[in-house]
């Protein structure tokens, strides 16, 4: 019987042996250049084409080194993630121990700090170096629960031996990546993992659902930083005159006065106390105010002149923009979205209409409310460089573009027709 690639984990969840088999002769196949019964889901296949370029061996597993316990405890402490554990817990861990699963937190790196849940199965998956410490990202040990949606952006269920590497055919997983609301910053993984005789079908739209809860509880805990660092600046900029703002670490704003509400202002990735110059406010003044910053605006000419902006995609889950030249060089971490959008812009220099980006972000050019909206938040922090009607960079801006070194990889996460195209396309715009 040949299935759709849509139906696999249907099948699985009736005849667990039988689906086990035919993606065992589905994987066979393609990597051997044979005929195989179904294809595989496209998730899965694009994930197999990566780890062959890369020259990762299905064969043979290769396990990097542990993190040492002290590394783990650094970086449960310094990740974000530790504010949600309650809530991950208490969705998936009841029920993963009763389905015979473990839950696996890792973080934006791949690596496994947290994990929990049935102890027979945590003793089978020690035999796989699913262990705490654990590299597990895509590139390292194969199409899999945590690295797969790292890459991807999205969740992913992995069985049998949709696995790229053999010895990880015997399990299941399905994870989601979990982002930061403030910046859209990858921070990491929440995969549920078990036995193969342990899948069901319905194990990803729960551990989706539960990634977006913890989502959640961390859009409210930004929230309530906020509104505690609003109370402290109420009455310091009650007593300024002129335009000055209070932000918190990361530039988002807690309260102004003088000028319009922004929502965010762009930071230097180590500020210190002292005149900078601030993209959309110019020249400010910086003081450290309790967990923000004091930012008050002073007189002072915006950039002229030669400005360098280099946009890096190539990296696999992490992209960037930076600004070189003005008064002070700044950079920002991108999120998906604000990565296709820049990366269209820099490949259309002579700009491109909200219907245009529509078009070649969803295939769709009447999806202009959302392009718009979208580029309004980008206008945030690269504003005095972006011109629009069309949406386009300033005329006297250099842009870099740098792509990975297979076009196949350009932002793995994107389905916009656009990058689709530049994927297939051998050259860089």
Known sequence: MALSPMDVTQFAAVDTARAARMLSEVRSARLSGGRAPMAPRPVIEQSWDRMLRSGVDPEHDVRSGLLAPEEIRRRRAASPLRHVLPVLREALLSVADVAHHIMVVADGDGRLLWREGSARVLRRADGLGFELGADWREEVVGTNGVGTPAVTRRPVQVFASEHFVRSQATWTCAGAPITDPRSGRLLGVVDVSGPLETMHPATLAWVDS????????????????????????????????????????????????????????????????????????????????????????????????????????????????????????????????????????????????????????????????????????????????????????????????????????????????????????????
Do not use: N
């Open 210 to 429: 539960v990634a977006k809860l913890a989502e959640a509880r961390l859009r409210e805990l930004h929230t309530q930083s906020l509104e505690r660092l609003r109370t402290v600046a109420a009455p310091v900029l009650a007593r300024l005159e002129g335009r000055a703002l209070v932000t918190d670490r990361d530039g988002w704003t807690a309260a102004v006065t003088g000028m319009p509400y922004l929502e965010r202002v762009v930071l230097p990735k180590s500020p210190e106390a002292g005149v900078r110059w601030l993209p959309a406010l110019g020249a400010c003044t910086v003081e450290p105010l309790a967990e923000g910053w004091l930012v008050r605006a002073v007189a002072g000419p915006v950039p002229q002149g030669a400005t360098r902006i280099v946009l890096d995609l190539g990296q696999p889950r992490r992209w960037s923009v930076r600004v070189l030249g003005g008064a002070e060089d700044w950079a920002r971490e991108l999120s998906p979205r604000h990565a296709e959008l820049l990366y269209l812009l820099a490949v259309h220099r002579g700009g491109r209409s909200a219907a245009g980006l529509a078009e070649d972000m969803f295939g769709d050019p009447a999806r202009t409310v959302t392009v718009r909206a979208e580029m309004s938040r980008v206008r945030r922090y690269l504003g005095a460089y972006l011109e629009h009607r069309p949406y386009r960079f300033c005329e006297d801006a250099e842009i870099e573009l740098l792509l990975p070194p297979d076009p196949r990889d350009l932002l793995p996460h994107s389905s916009a027709p656009a990058v689709v195209e530049g994927r297939a396309s051998r050259g860089a715009p």
